[in-house]
């Protein structure tokens, strides 16, 4: 694994540095994080690299971790603009991108871009969607131990008290969670998000865990609804987090569709 900072020549904002971390070598793919921070994807993101298949980069969105985020980058399509000139400033093609929670959502954003280096989005538990009948937990309201409660299919296993993190990771914790209502708002849900999806060309996977209570896997199906070119797979052992819960099953998953979506692109 190697640690980058990339200095990104982006017109909104101004130049932005985009610290990122890869792994392995082959085909890329950009592996983009949720609320819980770049911790959340590092182990898949080395599974992904040990497979074989993969390049894979993983951005630290900035503001979280620490990283100095433009005071003018404040939306979630901001961040997909960025993350596609990044793709410019480092030459890649045929990048598979994969993001989970509003990282999701970054990569529902970049799916409508239509982005000539991007053969195809996975979207993993996306926040984004506003729907009334299936609303996304509060998730600002909530204790620790109620986010675990509705993230996980099997909580208990990953349980923990953040009172006893060493201090330095209790104040990133703090400011990733200051971070991420900077780019998600309170409710993490765009209400323009549903009704632009259909102009969307990029091939995109849907994955849910089927005992998600972050966002239920209503949220998925109206994705997979609105996107021209989509399918759903629901995995019935995971929740928000299935790259933690169910690993295996969505390194295969996501390695098939990039075989796939980046041979079409050949």
Do not use: C
Request: net charge negative; glycine share 10%; proline share 8%.
């Amino acid at each position: 694994m190697t640690t980058t900072t990339q200095h990104v020549h982006f017109e909104e904002t101004g130049p932005v540095d985009v610290t990122f971390t890869t792994h392995g070598s082959g085909r890329p793919l950009v592996l983009l994080h949720g609320g819980a921070g770049p911790q959340s994807v590092a182990g898949f993101a080395e599974r992904l690299a040990a497979s074989g298949d993969f390049q894979v980069l993983v951005p630290i969105h900035p503001g979280f971790e620490g990283t100095p985020r433009p005071d003018t980058l404040t939306t979630i399509s901001g961040l997909a603009r960025l993350y596609v000139a990044l793709l410019d400033e480092l030459d890649l093609a045929g990048v598979t991108v994969v993001g989970n929670s509003i990282g999701g959502w970054i990569a529902a954003e970049i799916a409508l871009l239509d982005a000539a280096r991007v053969a195809g989005v996975v979207l993993l538990d996306a926040v984004g969607l506003d729907l009334p009948q299936a609303p996304i937990a509060d998730f600002f309201s909530l204790t620790m131990d109620q986010v675990v409660d509705l993230s996980y299919a099997n909580p208990d296993a990953f349980r923990f008290d953040p009172a006893k993190l060493p201090p330095a990771r209790q104040v990133a914790m703090a400011g990733n969670r200051e971070t991420l209502r900077v780019y998600g708002g309170t409710t993490m849900a765009d209400p323009t998000l549903l009704g632009r999806l259909p102009a969307a060309s990029t091939p995109v996977l849907v994955v849910w865990g089927a005992a998600d209570g972050i966002v239920r896997p209503e949220h998925g199906t109206a994705y997979v609804d609105a996107l021209p070119d989509a399918r759903f797979v629901l995995i019935a052992d995971a929740g928000h987090l299935p790259q933690l819960e169910t690993p295996e099953m969505v390194r295969d998953l996501v390695v098939e569709f990039a075989a796939v979506e980046t041979a079409k692109k050949a």
